[in-house]
């Protein structure tokens, strides 16, 4: 089984920064697709960054484009979200998941994602 635990949350001033990690167990780690999710009081669960197991390839949702980067380290089992400019909308529970099929897929669904984290809490004040 997979185990992911979250860290590196916390209260921040809206322009600034926060950088989430995740640590994973297993040995086929770098076969994972992994992803970040985040979830506010009253909103559904939704996707915010991914990489791929093959080529560590990123992809974002469009509304943190350009001021989140995910980034991997297989050799620690190690994922990253580094989180600039940050918005009061970014204020939520983020979640690091990971999807075990072995695919050159980028999902952006919560469904295809296996093992999930306990989550971390990020809020943005103004």
């Known amino acids: 089984q997979v185990q992911l635990v979250e860290s590196g949350g916390g209260l921040v001033q809206a322009g600034g920064s926060l950088r989430l990690s995740c640590a994973a167990s297993?040995?086929?780690?770098?076969?994972?697709?992994m992803g970040w999710f985040r979830q506010a009081p009253g909103k559904e669960r939704e996707f915010v960054a991914g990489?791929?197991?093959?080529?560590?390839?990123?992809f974002y949702s469009d509304s943190v484009k350009g001021r989140f980067t995910i980034s991997r380290e297989n050799g620690k089992n190690m994922v990253y979200l580094q989180m600039n400019s940050l918005k009061t909308e970014d204020t939520a529970v983020y979640y690091c998941?990971?999807?075990?099929?072995?695919?050159?897929?980028?999902?952006?669904?919560?469904?295809?994602?296996?093992?999930w984290g306990q989550g971390t809490q990020v809020t943005v004040s103004s």
């Open positions: 297993g040995r086929a780690f770098r076969l994972y697709t």
């Open positions: 990489i791929s197991w093959i080529g560590s390839t990123p």
């Open positions: 998941a990971a999807d075990t099929t072995i695919t050159t897929g980028q999902s952006m669904s919560h469904d295809d994602y296996d093992y």
